[in-house]
């Protein structure tokens, strides 16, 4: 995806640690729908299910479809697949791992927060890629 707004930065309770994975997870998710359809993501209702609901209307009433919320969320599901196989292919993760140690360490902003969630659960978000609803 590279390094871009689309890449799962969830801003929504940003300072909590706990479930901070699965928020990205559905970051990504709806920000690769979004980027597959062609429709930008500063111009997106406030919340998913809005969101969904209003891309649904949107293509069915354009194209006179029957794509569900479902088939929209499939959409970013398999957009992320590609993505994921590619990187994989690439092997830029390989090359490029661990992140720099200084992201743990070095504040930001005024509150000199930090990146602390475990590595060992962000190696989790891809297995919860298929299981994943609204």
């Given at each position: 995806?590279?390094?871009?707004?689309?890449?799962?930065?969830?801003?929504?309770?940003?300072?909590?640690?706990?479930?901070?994975?699965?928020?990205?997870?559905?970051?990504?998710?709806?920000?690769?729908?979004?980027?597959?359809?062609?429709?930008?993501?500063?111009?997106?209702?406030?919340?998913?299910?809005?969101?969904?609901?209003?891309?649904?209307?949107?293509?069915?009433?354009?194209?006179?479809?029957?794509?569900?919320?479902?088939?929209?969320?499939?959409?970013?599901?398999?957009?992320?697949?590609?993505?994921?196989?590619?990187?994989?292919g690439s092997q830029f993760?390989?090359?490029?791992?661990?992140?720099?140690?200084?992201?743990?360490?070095?504040?930001?902003?005024?509150?000199?927060?930090?990146?602390?969630?475990?590595?060992?659960?962000?190696?989790?978000?891809?297995?919860?890629?298929?299981?994943?609803?609204?």
């Open positions: 995806m590279g390094a871009d707004h689309t890449a799962g930065i969830s801003y929504d309770e940003f300072s909590k640690k706990d479930g901070s994975v699965g928020r990205s997870l559905e970051a990504q998710i709806m920000y690769a729908t979004m980027a597959a359809l062609g429709y930008c993501m500063l111009a997106a209702p406030p919340d998913k299910a809005t969101l969904f609901g209003f891309l649904k209307d949107l293509i069915n009433a354009r194209y006179a479809a029957s794509v569900t919320v479902d088939d929209l969320v499939e959409i970013g599901k398999e957009t992320l697949r590609f993505e994921l196989k590619f990187n994989e993760h390989s090359a490029n791992e661990p992140d720099p140690a200084f992201i743990r360490t070095e504040g930001v902003g005024p509150n000199q927060t930090v990146f602390d969630v475990d590595e060992a659960e962000i190696k989790t978000i891809w297995n919860k890629l298929d299981s994943y609803k609204i």
